[in-house]
């Protein structure tokens, strides 16, 4: 597992690897806001600039359905997964009872528009104690964290194990089809 994985990388200096975590073997690309992806090396920020971060950009054009991706914002890994149709529907048939941290499935889908509400953008540290979850392709079962046993929906809602709470989302919007903002939910 990398040394992302446990969230203890936080001081290192950032690089694109840190910045990007393809699950799928598809490309794509992340940069922060109006800044090509070399200036951030470049810059150099401080722990402290760091620390404010910057909305990042996700070019998730090269995502199709099912697919998935990490990418790093202020220091912390996040996961970006496109639901298929099918995943949506599963997600959407849990009731109150089959979760411990009830939220509606509509709360926890974004996308560039309303018809395109398939995209799930939350923390990828686990509610419990942080470990990163392993993506399952389970539906609905979207992540499975081998710490200690939860598991989370495809929309990162816990179903069961010691995590009490769901994956958190961070503050994004879709500039456009192709390109969410993570850090801002100002288009
Ligand atoms: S850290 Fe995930 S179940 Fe404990």
């Known amino acids: 597992m990398s040394e992302q994985d446990n969230g203890k990388n936080d001081h290192n200096e950032p690089t ?6 393809l699950s ?15 200036f951030i090396d470049q810059m150099n920020p401080d722990a402290a600039t760091r620390a404010a971060g910057e909305p990042i950009e996700v070019n998730v054009s090269s ?24 995943e949506v529907v599963a997600a959407d048939e849990l009731t109150a009872g089959d979760m411990k941290d009830y939220a509606p499935v509509d709360t926890r889908l974004g996308g560039p ?4 509400k398939k995209w799930v953008v939350v923390s990828a540290n686990c509610t419990h104690l942080g470990c990163v979850p392993q993506v399952v392709d389970s539906k609905p079962e979207g992540w499975a964290c081998a710490c200690h046993g939860s598991v989370f929906d495809t929309t990162g809602r816990i179903l069961r194990g010691p995590a009490a709470v769901n994956l958190p989302k961070p503050p994004y919007v879709f500039a456009n089809e192709t390109t969410l903002v993570i850090g801002t939910d100002q288009a």
């Open 24 to 38: 799928t073997g598809m490309a794509a690309a992340v940069g922060a806001v109006g800044v090509a992806w070399p």
């Open 16 to 21: 694109r690897r840190d910045f990007l975590y």
């Open 63 to 86: 995502l199709e359905p099912g697919g998935h991706v990490i990418v790093k914002w202020r220091g912390k890994p996040y996961f970006v997964r496109y639901l298929t149709d099918d």
């Open 113 to 116: 528009t309303d018809e395109a």
